[in-house]
């Protein structure tokens, strides 16, 4: 079974924090790039971060630069996106996916793999 579980989601204050797991069953993650993507409710499904198969380069859109913070650990198969300074802009579902190169459009991922079921995250007072 191919699959990519998202998890750590929840409801958080502006300001605060959390960290999104992205842990894979069936695929050797260290054969991918990962990205992780989000979708806010009426909108499109937007790049946020994306990482080598190496680790390097990383990449991150504009608005979460300095804020979030996307990490793989390959001995647990599993990729990581912590998250800072949460703002209500950044309320959405968040996905992870692998592309076989790395790449920041989301055209290159979810080839490999079927989109999960995403983890919601609300930045919300």
């Known amino acids: 079974q191919l699959e990519l579980v998202q998890s750590g989601g929840g409801l958080v204050q502006p300001g605060g924090s959390l960290r999104l797991s992205c842990a894979a069953s069936?695929?050797?993650?260290?054969?991918?790039?990962i990205g992780w993507f989000r979708q806010g409710p009426g909108k499109e499904r937007e790049f946020v971060a994306a990482i080598g198969r190496s680790g390097s380069p990383t990449r991150y859109t504009e608005s979460v630069e300095g804020r979030f913070t996307i990490s793989r650990d390959d001995a647990e198969n599993t990729a990581y996106l912590q998250m800072n300074s949460l703002k209500p802009e950044d309320t959405a579902v968040y996905y992870c996916n692998v592309a076989s190169f790395f790449s920041t459009y989301y055209s290159d991922y979810g080839k490999l793999i079927p989109w999960g079921q995403g983890t919601q995250v609300t930045v919300s007072s």
């Open positions: 069936g695929v050797t993650l260290d054969h991918y790039a």
